[in-house]
């Protein structure tokens, strides 16, 4: 499989089509991760990514982050198998009974709006429970995103036993919710509308640390 290599920081300084490709992040670490950076006043969120690992211990999905807020938008995978972890601005939600497997692709939806303060999960397709977090107040500033650590700071404070260890693939974050039907074909993985905010077949990112960047594997079920 051709891949490559990227041990120390490189940027794409012009977006890059990423359609086939995935991230991978192959050891634990307290470093290495995917940083990309927004400046948006988001009322609503729905972030979508596809994910594998074998991890059995808690590690991070995605993690978005202000100055003054570390967790404002965290997507958190816990150690017991069936559950996942929803922070935004800094208020949790835990989501159980859902369906993951461990070496098996997955895709995994997360949506949230000011207005009502609602967060849910879909996993592979399936919706959790609807669940209240943060309402009143947008995600408003200058935004980093890692991929693979955990952010307890803005940009930093990461731990090695929350990194990810596995692969990551078709990333893309709207400002706005997805709806169920937009969410099916997310998984699906077809017709629906790439993401506003972050779109995986236009992608500006900047790579730290040991992450490569390979060939999709067949992903069917």
């Given at each position: ?41 988001l ?124 692969m ?20 699906n ?33």
């Amino acid at each position: 499989m051709l891949f490559f290599l990227l041990l120390v920081t490189s940027c794409a300084a012009t977006p890059q089509n990423l359609s086939g490709k995935m991230f991978t992040f192959p050891q634990e670490t307290n470093t290495a991760h995917v940083r990309l950076t927004s400046s948006q006043n988001l009322q609503a969120v729905t972030v979508c990514l596809r994910f594998f690992t074998d991890l059995k211990r808690h590690h991070s999905l995605f993690s978005l982050a202000l100055p003054s807020l570390d967790n404002a938008f965290l997507l958190f995978k816990s150690a017991n198998l069936d559950s996942f972890q929803m922070y935004v601005r800094n208020t949790a939600a835990n989501f159980e009974g859902l369906d993951f497997k461990l070496n098996k692709w997955q895709s995994v939806c997360a949506t949230w709006d000011a207005a009502s303060g609602l967060a849910q999960l879909w996993v592979d397709g399936k919706p959790s429970s609807r669940k209240f977090t943060s309402s009143g107040s947008n995600i408003n500033g200058p935004i980093i995103i890692a991929l693979g650590q955990e952010q307890d700071s803005h940009g930093g404070g990461f731990d090695v036993k929350q990194s990810f260890v596995g692969m990551m693939s078709d990333l893309h974050m709207w400002d706005y919710k997805l709806s169920p039907c937009e969410i099916r074909k997310y998984t699906n993985g077809h017709g629906y509308a790439n993401g506003n905010v972050l779109n995986w077949n236009s992608l500006e990112f900047q790579i730290i640390g040991r992450v490569l960047i390979e060939n999709q594997q067949n992903t069917c079920q």
